[in-house]
């Protein structure tokens, strides 16, 4: 009898591997900067300084208050959109800080 084998490359393996551990949510912490950017446009991303994620909150420092303010009111949306660009629930919430 012949074994059939399904080629996967190594990243999907290491994914599968690592889903659901700790390390998995360090690994998609660590992309969030990244995200952040491509979630928000360069816009708003000429104003970040400094990112940190503890338990699950992104701290970001927003350099405007206006901006601030107006990423504050939509904080909960950007949540969803990097959970969805992860493809995984990795922030609850974002604090802004000036």
């Known amino acids: 009898i012949m074994a ?5 490359s190594i990243g999907t393996l290491l ?4 889903r659901g551990t700790d390390a998995e949510t360090t ?5 969030i900067p990244a995200l ?7 816009a708003v991303s000429r104003f970040t300084g400094e990112m940190e994620i503890k338990n699950g909150v992104l701290y970001v420092h927003i350099h405007s208050a206006a ?7 939509q ?10 660009a992860l ?8 604090r802004l800080l000036g």
Not at 15 to 18: G, I
């Open 4 to 8: 059939t084998h399904k080629a996967e």
């Open 67 to 73: 901006l601030r303010q107006q990423l504050f009111e």
């Open 27 to 31: 690994l998609l912490e660590r992309k």
């Open 36 to 42: 952040w950017s491509d979630v928000l446009g360069s």
């Open 15 to 18: 994914a599968e591997y690592f």
């Open 87 to 94: 493809n995984a629930k990795v922030l609850t919430d974002i």
């Open 75 to 84: 904080r909960y949306t950007i949540v969803k959109k990097l959970n969805d």
